[in-house]
């Protein structure tokens, strides 16, 4: 056999998928077996993505690669096509860690562990596909096998309020996904050919009023999932009232695949609507920083105060794929790595506390520190890493945002500063809320009544292994970007110097200097 020519993609999805349909086969009741099957599945899937990318994958090739296509429903132009690229390559390497994390992270799970496990591996294949596929129908459908499991995970194993949280999640992604399929079904008929793959609509000579319209539908589908304010409100209630796993597979995966979107279909595939949307893109990245910001201050329920620091982090996402600069760019990506391991493990944690206060509420915790002091230190840490502390890898990605939208030609110097002012101001916020919320959790005075009813244990070697998995990479991208951001800095710069070419200010600059160039006198003549 070939292992050039194999097809790693295509088993890297369809490999979790298959194995979750053996799992009602398997004789088990309590659950210990499925879940060591489970976490056996995604140590594998893990295994084979690794290797793909280690042995496959060119760094300094700004193209797709280890691409597959095969015809799957010809009658209607439906394609198998899959690849990778600097986009997607970070993302579907996050996916299989975060979610073989958040296997293990559902060790306690008992009530139908089979339907669970099912569900998460299931997912598992499904999120990874939404990274790789390479035709539009095809997107529009692995974009909503996720939903899905989303639902039931949160329908079944959640909080009080699972079935109203579950029904607000499965109706917000849902409409916004139909204007993904609109979307994609009027890009494809448009012009002479009939296409639905990716590469070939980029080539499209779309007119401009198109173009404005197609953008503005995909904005609203991944507005939801990002999310943007005010399409966000199912996230607080979701997180509200998800389990462990399901917050880390949330705050880790899913709010990333609208933040890959915006930038695989609206800034690749439509850049000269980008140029004209890009400014509404920094407005409600600034929105979200400081909206969620405040409001976060104000929560009094963990959960909901861990969601909205999440929503406003990804703000900065936001601007910095409007930022029309290879550093912003790059601080959009690594931002979205970085948020997936910080936000899974700070969920993590919150289900571990919650696991042993059986409380969300901050004013009924208080003094936990002296007899959790493993959670309290991973905790900390983990906070410090969401406030963006120099050595941790949110430092790095905001920084990169910072400076590259600061440094942009793209706009002018009094829209760069009142934006990078209040990013400040939302910078600001981030420790002030995560500071008082450990405060108010760890130190001052025991609550007796909590300390009378419940036994606070601390946290067991499962725990402390899942926390030191996610604080490997944060660390240590923190301290050497590199790591990271070598693996797409050729696919960003590629796609930053075609965006940038569709600023009419920018291009005509270019455009200038070029005359310059060639009208000025040689040396030697």
Same mark, same amino acid.
């Given at each position: 056999? /070939?292992?050039?020519?194999?097809?790693?993609?295509?088993?890297?999805?369809?490999?979790?998928?298959?194995?979750?349909?053996?799992?009602?086969?398997?004789?088990?009741?309590?659950?210990?077996?499925?879940?060591?099957?489970?976490?056996?599945?995604?140590?594998?899937?893990?295994?084979?993505?690794?290797?793909?990318?280690?042995?496959?994958?060119?760094?300094?090739?700004?193209?797709?690669?280890?691409?597959?296509?095969?015809?799957?429903?010809?009658?209607?132009?439906? /394609?198998?096509?899959?690849?990778?690229?600097?986009?997607?390559?970070?993302?579907?390497?996050?996916?299989?860690?975060?979610?073989?994390?958040?296997?293990?992270?559902?060790?306690?799970?008992?009530?139908?562990?089979?339907?669970?496990?099912?569900?998460?591996?299931?997912?598992?294949?499904?999120?990874?596909?939404?990274?790789?596929?390479?035709?539009?129908?095809?997107?529009?459908?692995?974009?909503?096998?996720?939903?899905?499991?989303?639902?039931?995970?949160?329908?079944?194993?959640?909080?009080?309020?699972?079935?109203?949280?579950?029904?607000?999640?499965?109706?917000?992604?849902?409409?916004?996904?139909?204007?993904?399929?609109?979307?994609?079904?009027?890009?494809?008929?448009?012009?002479?050919?009939?296409?639905?793959?990716?590469?070939?609509?980029?080539?499209?000579?779309?007119?401009? /009023?198109?173009?404005?319209?197609?953008?503005?539908?995909?904005?609203?589908?991944?507005?939801?999932?990002?999310?943007?304010?005010?399409?966000?409100?199912?996230?607080?209630?979701?997180?509200?009232?998800?389990?462990?796993?399901?917050?880390?597979?949330?705050?880790?995966?899913?709010?990333?695949?609208?933040?890959?979107?915006?930038?695989?279909?609206?800034?690749?595939?439509?850049?000269?609507?980008?140029?004209?949307?890009?400014?509404?893109?920094?407005?409600?990245?600034?929105?979200?920083?400081?909206?969620?910001?405040?409001?976060?201050?104000?929560?009094?329920?963990?959960?909901?105060?861990?969601?909205?620091?999440?929503?406003?982090?990804?703000?900065?996402?936001?601007?910095?794929?409007?930022?029309?600069?290879?550093?912003?760019?790059?601080?959009?990506?690594?931002?979205?790595?970085?948020?997936?391991?910080?936000?899974?493990?700070?969920?993590?944690?919150?289900?571990?506390?919650?696991?042993?206060?059986?409380?969300?509420?901050?004013?009924?915790?208080?003094?936990?520190?002296?007899?959790?002091?493993?959670?309290?230190?991973?905790?900390?840490?983990?906070?410090?890493?969401?406030?963006?502390?120099?050595?941790?890898?949110?430092?790095?990605?905001?920084?990169?945002?910072?400076?590259?939208?600061?440094?942009?030609?793209?706009?002018?110097?009094?829209?760069?500063?009142?934006?990078?002012?209040?990013?400040?101001?939302?910078?600001?916020?981030?420790?002030?809320?995560?500071?008082?919320?450990?405060?108010?959790?760890?130190?001052?005075?025991? /609550?007796?009544?909590?300390?009378?009813?419940?036994?606070?244990?601390?946290?067991?070697?499962?725990?402390?292994?899942?926390?030191?998995?996610?604080?490997?990479?944060?660390?240590?991208?923190?301290?050497?970007?590199?790591?990271?951001?070598?693996?797409?800095?050729?696919?960003?710069?590629?796609?930053?110097?075609?965006?940038?070419?569709?600023?009419?200010?920018?291009?005509?600059?270019?455009?200038?200097?070029?005359?310059?160039?060639?009208?000025?006198?040689?040396?030697?003549?």
């Amino acid at each position: 056999m /070939n292992i050039a020519n194999f097809p790693w993609l295509t088993t890297i999805i369809l490999f979790p998928i298959a194995a979750s349909l053996l799992l009602p086969i398997i004789p088990d009741k309590e659950g210990k077996t499925v879940r060591w099957y489970s976490l056996v599945v995604g140590l594998i899937d893990f295994a084979l993505i690794v290797y793909a990318f280690y042995t496959g994958y060119d760094f300094s090739n700004p193209d797709l690669q280890l691409v597959e296509s095969y015809p799957w429903v010809p009658q209607l132009g439906l /394609n198998w096509s899959v690849g990778a690229d600097g986009l997607s390559m970070p993302l579907i390497i996050l996916t299989g860690f975060i979610t073989t994390l958040a296997i293990l992270a559902a060790w306690p799970v008992t009530f139908k562990p089979k339907l669970f496990y099912f569900l998460i591996l299931a997912m598992y294949g499904g999120q990874i596909a939404v990274f790789a596929v390479q035709d539009m129908l095809l997107f529009f459908l692995v974009w909503e096998l996720e939903l899905v499991p989303i639902y039931f995970l949160l329908s079944i194993w959640g909080g009080k309020r699972r079935q109203y949280a579950a029904t607000k999640f499965i109706l917000y992604t849902a409409g916004g996904s139909l204007f993904i399929l609109l979307s994609a079904l009027t890009m494809g008929f448009y012009g002479d050919t009939v296409t639905f793959d990716m590469r070939s609509l980029a080539l499209k000579d779309f007119a401009l /009023n198109f173009q404005l319209a197609l953008y503005a539908g995909f904005l609203i589908a991944y507005a939801v999932k990002l999310p943007i304010i005010p399409l966000h409100t199912w996230l607080p209630d979701a997180h509200g009232e998800a389990t462990a796993p399901v917050h880390m597979l949330l705050a880790g995966i899913l709010l990333k695949m609208g933040g890959y979107a915006l930038v695989r279909m609206n800034a690749q595939m439509l850049p000269d609507a980008h140029a004209y949307f890009a400014p509404v893109l920094v407005v409600l990245g600034v929105v979200n920083i400081i909206y969620a910001a405040l409001t976060s201050f104000a929560q009094r329920n963990l959960k909901r105060k861990i969601a909205y620091s999440s929503i406003s982090h990804m703000g900065f996402v936001m601007i910095g794929i409007a930022s029309f600069t290879d550093l912003g760019l790059s601080g959009a990506v690594l931002q979205m790595v970085s948020h997936g391991l910080i936000g899974a493990s700070l969920f993590f944690l919150v289900g571990a506390t919650y696991d042993r206060t059986h409380t969300l509420m901050l004013d009924e915790m208080g003094g936990v520190a002296k007899r959790m002091p493993k959670i309290f230190a991973m905790f900390t840490t983990c906070s410090m890493a969401s406030l963006a502390l120099p050595g941790m890898s949110g430092f790095v990605a905001e920084l990169m945002v910072f400076v590259g939208f600061a440094t942009s030609d793209a706009y002018s110097s009094t829209f760069k500063v009142i934006v990078v002012f209040l990013m400040a101001v939302g910078v600001i916020l981030t420790p002030i809320y995560l500071l008082s919320m450990l405060r108010e959790i760890f130190y001052g005075k025991e /609550n007796e009544e909590l300390v009378s009813h419940q036994a606070l244990i601390d946290a067991e070697p499962r725990e402390v292994f899942i926390i030191a998995c996610l604080l490997i990479p944060i660390i240590g991208i923190g301290f050497y970007p590199k790591l990271l951001t070598q693996m797409y800095d050729a696919t960003t710069v590629q796609l930053t110097a075609r965006l940038r070419d569709s600023v009419p200010t920018l291009a005509q600059q270019q455009e200038e200097t070029l005359k310059v160039s060639l009208s000025a006198p040689q040396i030697g003549n």
